[in-house]
DNA sequence: CCCTGATTCGC
DNA sequence: GCGAATCAGG
């Protein structure tokens, strides 16, 4: 049911640029379908250019995210074997680890988040223990330094895709 | 096939 | 008013 604060959040997040779908699993309980329909009942289509253009991508995050450092042992000869398979493994391993450790001060609920913060999400949505980071880097982007990397990259998308079905 | 927003129309 | 189904497009 649309409240009026479901409609205040899906008028922000619309005008922030978020896709239909991306709206629909951050309100949660809901098809990009209603949220297009409400979106155009409340006569909010029609923004920006084509939203593949017009929107901005989100830069990927590269200065302030340490940690994650692959480490591959050293070989000889021919060493193409070696390489990808290994750091994807480790990559979304140490990324689960990670994401447990938002210290209790930083994390907040979706209705508290704002551009300033980081929007990872941690726990199943609808638990008592669903969160998201809330953190920033030391330079004060919306991304802290633990999520910095992975956030708005396809892995991400994944569990986009889940939480809709669910 | 993945995704996007737009439109229609029964409820 | 609501949103699933469907459409057109990238």
New binding site residues.
């Given amino acids: 049911?649309?409240t009026d604060e479901r409609?205040e959040l899906l008028k922000k997040l619309?005008n922030d640029g978020?896709?239909?779908?991306?709206?629909a699993v951050e309100l949660g309980g809901?098809?990009?379908?209603?949220?297009?329909?409400?979106?155009?009942?409340?006569g909010l289509?029609?923004?920006a250019k084509?939203?593949?253009?017009a929107v901005p991508r989100q830069r990927k995050p590269r200065a302030a995210a340490p940690m994650l450092r692959v480490t591959r042992p050293a070989m000889r000869g021919n060493t193409a074997l070696a390489r990808a398979p290994v750091y994807e493994v480790e990559y979304e391993q140490e990324v689960d680890a990670v994401a447990t450790v938002v210290p209790m001060g930083q994390r907040c609920t979706l209705l508290e988040l704002n551009e300033g913060k980081c929007r990872w999400p941690v726990g199943d949505p609808g638990s008592q223990d669903f969160f998201f980071c809330g953190g920033r880097t030391s330079e004060g982007l919306p991304y802290c330094g633990y999520h910095a990397r992975i956030a708005y990259q396809p892995v991400d998308?994944?569990r986009?895709?889940r939480l809709v079905r669910s």
């Fill in positions: 049911m649309w409609v619309w978020l896709s239909a779908s991306q709206i809901i098809t990009r379908n209603a949220v297009i329909g409400k979106v155009h009942r409340l289509s029609g923004r084509s939203p593949a253009a998308r994944r986009d895709k």
